[in-house]
C-alpha cells in the first residue's frame, strides 16, 4: 500500500520494480537513479521502504513508527511545513544508523 507523503503518481521517481521482480519504493529509485552508495542511505531506504511497502523485504523494525510520524505530520501540517519537519526527522535517522554500522550495534 503506498503512502502519499512518500510518492508522487506518474513521476518517475517513483516506485519501479527492478530486475529481480521486487518493487523498489520511491525512496530506492532515488538512490539507484543517482548511483547513490552510501551504505547508511541505503539502511534508511529500507527503512522508508518498510513504512512504505510494508511487504516485509527488510528487517526494519523502526518502519511502524516512521510511517505514523509521518502520517501524523502530514495531518497536522501542510507539506512545506512536512518538510520542514521531516528534515531533523531525517537527519536524525541518517546519525543514528551512521553510528549503528560503525559500532556493529545499537549506538547508546
Known amino acids: 500500500m503506498s503512502h502519499p507523503h512518500l510518492d508522487v503518481r506518474g513521476v518517475d521517481l517513483s ?13 530506492e529509485t532515488i538512490l539507484r537513479r543517482h548511483d547513490l552508495t552510501d551504505p547508511v542511505l541505503w539502511r534508511i ?10 511487504d516485509e523485504r527488510y528487517d526494519a523494525p523502526e518502519a511502524p513508527g516512521l510511517d505514523v510520524v509521518l502520517r501524523g505530520l502530514s495531518m497536522v501540517s501542510d507539506d512545506e511545513r512536512v518538510l520542514e519537519l521531516t ?13 549503528a554500522l560503525l559500532l556493529g550495534r545499537e549506538p547508546a
Open 45 to 54: 531506504g529500507q527503512i522508508v521502504h518498510e513504512a512504505d511497502l510494508d
Open 15 to 27: 516506485h519501479h520494480t527492478v530486475p529481480d521482480g521486487t518493487t523498489d519504493c520511491s525512496f
Open 87 to 99: 528534515g531533523p526527522i531525517f537527519d536524525g535517522l541518517y546519525e543514528y544508523q551512521r553510528r
